[in-house]
Every structure is written in C-alpha cells, then in structure tokens.
C-alpha cells in the first residue's frame, strides 16, 4: 500500500514491491496473481485503515457540517506524516499509460461514486441547514470533491496540514451556517454597542 501510495500505480516496479513485501517476483504473482490485483487489495486496505472519517462524515445532519468534516478530515489525512502525502486513489490515477487506461477508469469511478454518496447526503439533510448557496445538491457535492482532490495535489506537492486548513476555512466561508444572529434589541440593558449614544435632539448634545 506505501509503495503505490508514494509512487503510483504506475511508477511502482516489481522491483519496489518485492522490496516492500520481501516476497521473491515469483512468491508475488502466486500470491496476488499480477500486480494490478496486488494493487487492489493494496486499495482495499487503503480505504478501511485511512477513510473512516468519511463514514462519520456522512453520518452528520446538516449540509454544511458534512461537508466541513469532510474537508477537515481529508486535509488531515492528506498530510498524515504516518504514510506518504496526498491520496492513494489519486497518486494512483494522476499517471497511467495506455495499458493501465482500465485501471484508471476505475479509480476515476471510484471517487465519482464517492462524489455520488456525498450528494445523496447533502440532499437527505438539505432540511435541516443551508446548502451551498444557488448551488444544487450535486453541485455542492462537486465542489466539495474539487476542493478534496487540489487539496491531494496540494498536499504531495508538499504544502502543510496548517495550509491546507487554512484552505478548508477560506473556501467554506460561502457556505452559511444557518445559526440564526442574536436579536438584541438596540436599547436592551448592557448592551455596550449603544452605552455610549446620545439620543438625537438630546438638549445636552
């Protein structure tokens, strides 16, 4: 999994995996039957020990805070310093030649189905809190998945997890809350925004 993760599925040689492994070429392709399914079962892996936020994530009652906990938890798991940055998925599909086109399509299959569930839970909860605004559940949906996929790029690249944070909260400033303002009124007691005014006409002013 570290290997395909570093280099891709493409840039990983037989080579590399045997040294990962400590499995001879031969014991490799007994075992996992060729490298593509070696990579898939790398994958699986991949998802079951990285992408649980998702499953919380998608588990949250509101438009805004699923997509905040997503974006959060991809930007930590994208610099995660336990195992090489950015995504697996990603770093697998960004390179692949003309043999390897099936895969691609695959992993590229993979995250629009991903794309999908978020979509499905941004219009089960659209309900309970503001969506995206002049945005459609799937729109939303697609601007979250952009977001998660620069931030991969971003983070092989080499920028921080404080960076990409910082990212998280600029690009979520156009999603509104939906938490109602104090109405307090202007001659409410204590209130120190009025304290100091003087009533217009006051004969001391």
Avoid at 13 to 22: N, P, R, V
Avoid at 65 to 94: S, Y
Avoid at 101 to 126: G, H, I, M, P, W
Avoid at 132 to 142: D, F, G, H, V
Wanted: proline share 5%; hydrophobic share 40%.
């Amino acid at each position: 999994m570290m290997v395909f993760w570093q280099k891709g599925y493409e840039g990983a040689s037989i080579f590399d995996l045997m040294a990962a492994t400590g499995l001879k070429k031969s014991s490799i392709y007994k075992a996992f039957n060729s490298k593509e399914d070696l990579f898939w079962k790398a994958n699986e892996l991949y998802k079951t020990d990285h992408l649980g936020f998702i499953e919380e994530a998608l588990k949250l009652s509101k438009p805004r805070d699923i997509a905040m906990a997503m974006l959060v938890g991809e930007a930590d798991m994208h610099t995660d310093p336990v195992h090489p940055p950015g995504c697996f998925e990603t770093n697998g599909a960004l390179a692949c030649s003309d043999e390897t086109q099936e895969l691609q399509r695959a992993l590229v299959e993979s995250r629009f189905n991903f794309q999908r569930r978020l979509a499905k839970a941004f219009r089960l909860t659209s309900e309970n809190g503001p969506m995206l605004p002049n945005a459609t559940p799937e729109e939303a949906a697609s601007f979250v998945f952009t977001l998660i996929q620069g931030m991969a790029v971003q983070a092989k690249a080499g920028l921080s997890r404080a960076e990409l944070h910082k990212f998280v909260e600029l690009a979520m400033l156009g999603w509104p809350s939906g938490e109602a303002r104090p109405n307090r009124s202007s001659r409410q007691l204590g209130d120190p925004s009025r304290e100091n005014l003087v009533p217009i006409g006051d004969s001391n002013s």
